[in-house]
């Protein structure tokens, strides 16, 4: 075995995993020069994939000619097996399994005894702590971060999220390496609860969904709001996303992180999670996936489900806490939740002011990123924004903060 964390250039890739999200990545690296390794624990899920990921392959490989023989000659490097000891000699590991400590755990403990010391090892997650993971390696040094989004082909960014053990020179190796896959790598540079781009996003999804069990506005309501600054309303997003993997990373958050260690951090993002997720998930209402969210779905269209709303939203602990207020104020609360967060992120030093700008028009599709709208409207205008908000809902912590302090 090498030495741990000797030089080292990413020539050979392994993936672990068999899901949707391990698919897109090895469908990413099929066009690129990488040769690549796919592991999916089950015979009969290595058939399935082979059909959907490669067969486009080997038709052009049987038609012969330049790119036929192209084709064949890629076949020769890729691979998608049962056998785990194929991912021996892989010179990073993308682990793509469940969003579940224990099952990640189990898949690193078996890498570490498996590949080279100074094999680099990354966890695909969005709610997990990378640091505890790397636990269950000899050598977290050569641990870290990466997040990719669905679908990739749109959201075509991965966050690099440095450990507390992760040596510089890696986080140097893994960008390099996200720039070959014609990826924007995005650098988190403090392991903090939903890293950068959730911490900021989320909180406008959340944000909706508050907005709905506080009582006052339907989810057609509050979505038509939020596309006065956004591609997509909160609520909407919510059901596309599906309400039980928010229920599932909440509870991530818990057992990963410890919700002391939330609290300490994440200041606005360590708001009560919205209770209406938990009472619409016990009523198997996971959104687009179970055609029953915050809407009913027909042919993949959204119908309001008006009644349900009502009732379910009558159980919410801020059940008319708040008065209503107008839409102009609804409005603002939406917009400033994203702007807030995006602000304290830049004062935590989480990332950068060009990647937090990038990240968050991808994802809400904002005609502008958060700061060059604070810059549109005015600081002091902004700022007076929340401090109405804040006296109106205290309890939300519209309080300025980063570059919208006073």
């Known amino acids: 075995m090498s030495s741990p964390m000797s030089a080292k250039h990413i020539h050979r890739v392994g993936i672990v995993g068999g899901g949707n999200m391990a698919s897109t990545i090895f469908k990413v690296l099929l066009d690129t020069d990488y040769p690549v390794t796919l592991w999916a624990r089950r015979p009969e899920k290595v058939a399935e994939l082979e059909k959907k990921l490669l067969g486009r392959l080997k038709r052009r490989a049987k038609r012969g000619g330049t790119a036929g023989e192209k084709a064949a000659e890629r076949l020769k490097s890729v691979h998608i097996t049962a056998d785990f000891e194929q991912l021996a000699g892989s010179d990073v590991i993308l682990e793509n399994v469940a969003e579940d400590h224990e099952i990640k755990a189990e898949v690193f403990r078996r890498l570490d005894g498996l590949v080279d010391a100074d094999t680099i090892l990354t966890t695909n997650t969005s709610s997990l702590c990378p640091s ?87 989810p057609q309501d509050i979505d038509r709001l939020g596309r006065r600054w956004f591609a997509t309303g909160p609520c909407e997003t919510n059901d596309y996303v599906g309400l039980d993997i928010s229920v599932q990373s909440e509870r991530s958050l818990d057992t990963s992180w410890g919700y002391a260690h939330v609290y300490e951090t994440n200041h606005r993002a360590s708001l009560p999670f919205p209770d209406i997720f938990g009472l619409m998930v016990a009523d198997r209402r996971f959104g687009l996936k179970s055609g029953k969210g915050f809407y009913r779905y027909e042919g993949g269209q959204a119908i309001p489900d008006d009644d349900y709303i009502r009732d379910v939203r009558q159980k919410c602990a801020d059940y008319h806490r708040f008065p209503a207020y107008d839409e102009e104020t609804v409005s603002r609360r939406l917009l400033c939740t994203v702007l807030l967060e995006a602000a304290i992120a830049l004062e935590l030093e989480i990332g950068s002011e060009d990647d937090i700008e990038f990240s968050t028009k991808l994802v809400l599709g904002m005609e502008k990123g958060p700061f060059e709208t604070i810059r549109a409207f005015g600081v002091d205008r902004v700022r007076s924004w929340l401090a109405d908000l804040h006296e109106k809902y205290g309890q939300r912590d519209f309080v300025p903060r980063g570059i919208l302090a006073a």
């Open 132 to 218: 505890a993971l790397a636990t269950h390696v000899s050598h977290p040094e050569r641990f870290a971060g990466l997040h990719f989004f669905q679908p990739v082909s749109v959201l075509n960014m991965v966050e690099l999220i440095r450990a507390k053990e992760t040596r510089s020179e890696l986080m140097e190796t893994l960008k390099g390496f996200v720039d070959t896959l014609g990826l924007r790598p995005i650098l988190v540079n403090k392991e903090l609860p939903t890293f950068l781009v959730n911490r900021i996003c989320v909180t406008y999804y959340h944000e909706g969904a508050r907005l709905v069990g506080e009582g006052h506005w339907l």
